[in-house]
């Protein structure tokens, strides 16, 4: 392992120590095993090239002041990968699977979990795909589990600061029906034209609005948007929207913070009525939104005036990275330590 520089680290990938895999064949999942090898042997006509039969999650593990290793909510990605596996007729994986393969990747990659105060954490990628080799479009017979590991910086270079978004209606991630409930690479394909699009507009990240009516708020990017006003945090309900587990302990938080809590449709007028508004997601934790703008209307939704992130935005994301780093009590049982 080569001197890493903790602070400087970006969000991507890095070669760790090795990865744990398991493969189910003839209706049944075998064992999971260490491996030290980066690739994987897969045929050309493999399912999840060719038709995206394919889930993944992702966490962080944490180094707090004590020297502990926390991983943050393990128990609800691995429900959330059920789910995913359901809504693209996968096999699901055995009980207690999913945690052991987390935590026996986390164990043997423990130097690669950085320091605490450093601003970077440990991601782990879990990743499940048919590979059956086959040119029609049916659920594969063959699958593949891998846990992988990489120690990552913030998502976003400047970390938890406002940035501008930009709201799209040439492009949709997901209907109403489709897979936006799952966690599947489908949906993030989806979403990189649009992405492409905002960035070379000058812009964080691209915001769509429902594809049904284009009405309604749907997503940020690859994140859950939330708004805050009269003392409540507001965030989209929609079946085309990933319920981000982020978002889900940050609505924990924000009542226990004595804020109201509610998710329901979201039209676009609405807007002008936050007093702060963000983007959520388990790479970024919050993203806070310095302003929208709608180029077909000509309107620009400004969140944050001087430039700075909102006061109810900063009090939940610290208050979550300190329940994260084991600084406050997880009175909520959110985190498995090592």
Known sequence: MENINWSELGFGYMKTNGNVRCEYHNGAWGNLEWHTDEYINMHMAATCLHYAQEAFEGLKAFKGKDGKIRIFRLDDNAARMESSCDGICMPKLPEGYF????????????????????????????????????IGVNPAKDYMFIVFVSPV?????????????????????????????????????????????????????????????????????????????????????STSILPSITNRSLMQLAEDLGLKVERRPIPEDELPTFEEAGACGTAAVISP??????????????????????????????????????DEADIHNWVTIL
């Open 153 to 237: 910086g913030p998502y976003f270079k400047g970390g938890f600061a406002t940035t501008p978004y930009v709201i799209t209606r040439k492009y949709d991630r997901s209907a109403p029906l489709g897979t936006g409930m799952y966690k599947v690479g489908g949906n993030y394909a989806a979403s990189l034209k649009a992405h492409e699009s905002a960035h070379a507009a000058g812009y964080s990240s691209e915001f769509y609005l429902d594809a049904k009516e284009k009405k309604y708020i749907d997503e940020c990017g690859a994140a859950n948007f939330f708004g805050i006003k009269n003392n409540t945090y507001i965030t989209p309900k």
């Open 99 to 134: 945690k052991k393969a987390v935590l026996e990747v986390v164990s043997k990659n423990i130097e690669f979990v950085p320091p605490y105060e450093s601003g970077a954490a440990l991601y782990i990628r879990p990743v499940l795909f048919g590979y059956t080799p086959q």
């Open 289 to 326: 939104i310095s302003k929208l703008d709608d180029p077909e209307t000509g309107k620009s939704y400004v969140f944050s005036k001087d430039g700075n992130p909102g006061p109810w935005s900063t009090k939940l994301y610290k208050k979550l990275r300190a329940i994260q780093y084991g």
